[in-house]
């Protein structure tokens, strides 16, 4: 009985020690955030920066009060979209690929240089012809957040799904199993955190593609600010918009985390 008073009492301090910690990060984390945003205002302000080029945080402000007043919901909201139907269709397509080259290996050995090919080739040089093909539309920009996840979510699902531990699969297959139950039984459950780490990595990438994508053909969406920002030498517009893109990205991402914190609390086992 004294030996469990003593565990919990330690194990309320051990608790304690670490809220702590996680309050002096958080505090250090928005402390090193204002300092920062006070010295470009304080540099800007006294000349030792170029408020015109590098804007400064009072005229950000202002800047969103306008764009709030002119439709900056419906540009955040497109950019969202687009990148929400390029990731899921990148993640699916990409999975689905992994499968299939996991299924054989010998379409993977076929596959393989042109996948590693694909993998290094700056997408934004496919734009014009994707532009030709599908058209300058959302279906171009949709297609270049496509272009951009897809082959990084089937190099990273196949060595998943390659790398799974050959113990687990000898073992169902001496009572029998077939492939497709070694698959969906062992392989890809065994392999729920490498999804989620595929999808973190791609939710970034096809916020690139569509930021490239809009770049190249948008009248609407954060990149189209962007671009029109740098045209008509409003700087303010373009910082605020590469903010607001920061913190679209930074809420995207941890989406994904609350997700794969819900269904690895229900299947983690």
Not at 132 to 149: D, P, Q, R, Y
């Amino acid at each position: 009985m004294n030996e469990q008073k003593e565990l919990s009492s330690e194990r309320v301090v051990f608790l304690k020690k670490q809220r702590r910690r996680k309050q002096l990060i958080l505090f250090w984390q928005l402390g090193i955030l204002l300092g920062l945003i006070a010295l470009w205002e304080i540099s800007a302000r006294v000349g030792l920066i170029d408020s015109f080029i590098l804007s400064q945080p009072s005229r950000i402000f202002h800047t969103y009060v306008r764009m709030a007043q002119n439709d900056l919901l419906l540009h955040i909201g497109i950019t969202v979209y687009e990148t929400l139907v390029g990731f899921v269709l990148g993640v699916i397509t990409g999975t689905l690929l992994a499968i299939i080259l996991w299924w054989s290996s010998l379409i993977a050995k076929i596959s393989e240089p042109y996948l590693v090919v694909l993998n290094s080739l700056p997408k934004i040089a496919l734009g014009p012809v994707i532009i030709i093909i599908v058209g300058a539309g959302t279906e171009a920009i949709i297609f270049m957040a496509l272009a951009i996840s897809l082959i990084v979510t089937v190099l990273e699902m196949l060595n998943g799904f390659q790398h799974t531990d050959q113990e687990y699969i000898k073992m169902v297959t001496t009572f029998g199993a077939s492939k497709l139950q070694i698959f969906t039984k062992v392989v890809f459950p065994y392999n729920i955190s490498t999804l989620f780490n595929s999808l973190k990595i791609n939710i970034g990438l096809s916020l690139v593609g569509v930021i490239a994508g809009e770049f190249l053909v948008s009248k609407a969406g954060l990149g189209y600010l962007i671009v029109y920002g740098g045209q008509v030498f409003q700087l303010d517009l373009v910082m605020a918009s590469v903010i607001i893109l920061a913190v679209v990205a930074a809420v995207m991402y941890e989406a994904v985390v609350l997700l794969q914190r819900a269904v690895m609390k229900l299947y983690g086992h």
